[in-house]
């Protein structure tokens, strides 16, 4: 039952940074004024929201599979003991049921938000109409979303009010301590970061996210990539690209700058003896894994495997 606890917990992270995001686009498109701050973003929101956008389909696809499969798995067992607590096995499978139908009408949203964003996208500049193009797009797209604005607010209130707290309750009954302060390890995939993730860096502009993966059943440090779909780990002297991942989201952490030999007392596990430190390269951060004998921070970069001495360690 531990990988139905870690699908649960995972599950409702994911669905929270979810919502969150349409919710993100839904205020950001109400409250758009013609102000000269927000003449030049329509380009870069429309790219961003059709990454996103994307990012969250295969995620919704990855869910199904993963559902299903555990699903499968346990349906013909009457009685499951996760805890001291016997607990029958429909209870497990009608929330399954119910997660899936959740994340079927957030799939319905980010479809929708995407074509209307596409559909926005194309308007075009009239011959000699006053109106910036960009504010033309921006209003229209504002129009859009008023239609259904309620829409999506009850649902929201219905998320939150009611199904985050019955959730919680289910999964804090099964695994009383992933309310902790302490770091939790988010299942996920294609690319998605779920809610309350830790930075890892800045690439070529873009934010990173500290995740772990297994690599030849080793489980190593890697860093999440939203715009590749996939997280990527340095080992054997290559770089190895993952769409399943776990993310580190919750936690206190703070990058210390750290010389090899030794780690420190606090510093973050990802397995037992492989530690997180990551080193800064024309303005970008790579992260990499850091272990015995000499505790280096291993990354790759020009097709060639490095180990540096002087770095910084989660």
């Known amino acids: ?13 994911n669905m929270q940074a979810w919502r969150d995001w ?18 030049d973003t329509w380009s870069s929101f429309q790219r961003r929201i059709t990454t996103e956008a994307l990012q969250w389909r295969q995620y919704s696809m990855f ?3 993963l559902t299903t499969r555990l699903h499968i798995r346990y349906k013909d067992r009457e009685f499951v003991s996760p805890t001291r607590t016997t607990v029958q096995t429909k209870t497990y499978i009608a929330c399954q049921e119910e997660m899936l139908k959740i994340i079927e009408m ?47 607010s009850k649902y929201n ?17 099964y695994l009383p301590e992933w309310k902790k302060s302490d770091a939790v390890w988010v299942v996920s995939a294609c690319g998605a970061v779920p809610s309350g993730a830790v930075a890892a860096g800045v690439f070529d502009g873009e934010v990173t996210w500290v995740a772990r993966t297994t690599h030849k059943c080793k489980v190593l440090p890697a860093a999440l990539y939203p715009s590749k779909h996939c997280c990527l780990v340095y080992a054997d002297g290559i770089v ?18 750290w010389r090899g030999g030794s780690v420190g007392a606090r510093a973050v596990e990802v397995a037992p003896g492989v530690y997180v ?38």
């Open 1 to 13: 039952m531990a990988d139905w606890h870690a699908m649960m917990v995972s599950l409702m992270w």
């Open 22 to 39: 349409i919710q993100e686009i839904f205020e950001h498109a109400l409250s758009y004024h013609n102000t000269p701050s927000t003449r």
């Open 63 to 65: 869910c199904h599979q």
């Open 106 to 152: 957030f799939n319905k949203w980010t479809k929708w938000l995407t074509l209307v964003v596409k559909e926005t996208n194309t308007l075009q500049e009239m011959s000699g109409a006053d109106v910036p193009l960009h504010q033309t797009r921006w209003t229209h797209l504002k129009i859009k979303l008023e239609g259904y604005a309620k829409d999506w």
């Open 157 to 173: 209130m219905f998320l939150k009010g009611s199904w985050e707290k019955k959730y919680s309750s289910v999964i804090e009954d």
């Open 240 to 257: 190895h690209k993952y769409t399943k991942y776990q993310v580190m989201c919750n936690a206190e952490v703070r990058w210390v700058a």
């Open 277 to 314: 430190g990551r080193v800064q390269h024309r303005g970008n951060h790579l992260l990499g894994a850091v272990h015995a004998p000499h505790y280096r921070c291993h990354v790759v970069f020009f097709g060639r495997p490095f180990a540096f001495n002087n770095y910084e360690l989660l």
